[in-house]
Every structure is written in C-alpha cells, then in structure tokens.
C-alpha cells in the first residue's frame, strides 16, 4: 500500500459510525493523515414512484443537506479528540456512489467505513453501501465492525 496521507470517513451519524470515526482518527494521527469526513443525503430521484412530498424534492433535499451539515459539526464534536483536525462534507445523491466519486475527485488514500450503520428496511431495500464501497473504490478501503 502506497503512503496514506488522505483518509476519507463516510458517516452516518449511527453510534456504529462514531466508533469508526474514532477508529479512523487514530489512524489518521498515526499516519500523519489529513481526515475527512463525509455524510451523503440519499437522493430523492429514487422515490419519485413511491410517494409524492407536500414540498418540492428540491427544497426537502436542500432542507436536508443543511440539517446534515449542522449535525456533522456535532457529531464530529461528539466522536473525535478536540485536537484532530478535519475537514467535513455533505453531499447529495446515492450514497455509495457518492463515497467513491468523492473518493476519486479528492486523491483519498484510504476510505474507512463501517460494517454496519443504521439497520432495519434500509438495508432491505438499499444492500450493504460499504459491499458496494468496496467493490468500486478508486484506493484500498478498511471495513470496520463496530461490535468488534
């Protein structure tokens, strides 16, 4: 493996994903790694059959972006050590595709992501984001399980 020196964290704000954030910023001071964090707001393109918003798609994506943006700062407050500097993104569209295009636009290193985030129907509908992460990422991905 190449030098580290960029590592990308997709979030979900999950206890799950808090403890691989912290997992990840240890190993971002060890390597002397910048970290970046990101959360994806799951575009809306892909209900568009199933219901219809009483506000437009548009304004309830824009409304949920800056409502992910106020609670990234809080939950990166909340899951790493004051001192570690990073830099933190929310972006909009289908999630693992995000990552891996965030990934390959930015040179990321190392992308490091959860086993398990939020459970429930959205696994059921969606699959494993991190099974797709892995299987199309432009660097090498570290899979963490959070039980472990």
Do not use: W
Request: glycine letters at 6%; proline letters at 5%.
């Amino acid at each position: 493996m190449s030098d580290i020196r960029k590592i990308l964290v997709p979030v979900d704000f999950s206890r799950n994903s808090c403890k691989v954030l912290r997992s990840a910023g240890g190993l971002a001071k060890s390597f002397g790694a910048q970290l970046s964090v990101v959360f994806v707001v799951q575009s809306f393109d892909d209900y568009s059959g199933f219901f219809v918003p009483h506000v437009p798609i548009s304004q309830l994506e824009e409304e949920m972006v800056l409502n992910a943006e106020d609670k990234m700062q809080s939950f990166v407050k909340e899951c790493l050590e004051p001192e570690t500097p990073v830099q933190t993104r929310v972006l909009a569209g289908d999630v693992a595709e995000s990552i891996v295009d965030h990934a390959a636009d930015t040179g990321i290193d190392l992308i490091v992501i959860g086993t398990h985030g939020y459970k429930g129907m959205e696994r059921v509908l969606f699959g494993s984001v991190a099974e797709k992460v892995v299987k199309t990422a432009p660097c090498p991905v570290l899979t963490i399980n959070p039980y472990k």
